[in-house]
Nanobody, 118 residues
Framework: VQLQASGGGLVQAGGSLRLSCVAS????????MGWYRQSPGKQRESVAG???????NYADSVKGRFTISRDIGVNTLYLRMNSLKPEDTAVYYC?????????????WGQGTQVTVSS
């Protein structure tokens, strides 16, 4: 699975951005997709995820502000980010976990920079 993320940029605190991640295969068949982020000097952390059955989960730090969604028709995963804070500044990565013969494989997009100014 190839993933192409886009939509990052520079925004003021309180602003919004929408990240997109286009997959090379039908995302309806992918078991799990999500967004991670990594700031300088910090470990990569999970931001939000969505299962094949459309169940979603969020990091406590983004609950109520971020929304993960998908459009199966265009094989695209989204992350709508509202009320952005400077601490949301990071490189955001799209992730997919797929299974073949019960063996899990993880796939990553190239990352998109989100910078929130105070």
């Amino acid at each position: 699975v190839q993933l192409q993320a886009s939509g990052g940029g520079l925004v003021q605190a309180g602003g919004s951005l929408r990240l997109s991640c286009v997959a090379s295969k039908n995302i309806f068949s992918i078991n799990y997709m999500g967004w991670y982020r990594q700031s300088p000097g910090k470990q990569r952390e999970s931001v939000a995820g969505i299962t094949k059955g459309a169940d979603t989960n969020y990091a406590d730090s983004v609950k109520g502000r971020f929304t993960i969604s998908r459009d199966i028709g265009v094989n695209t995963l989204y992350l709508r980010m509202n009320s952005l804070k400077p601490e949301d500044t990071a490189v955001y990565y799209c992730h997919a976990r797929d299974y073949l013969d019960s063996v899990a494989s993880d796939y990553w997009g190239q990352g998109t920079q989100v910078t929130v100014s105070s």
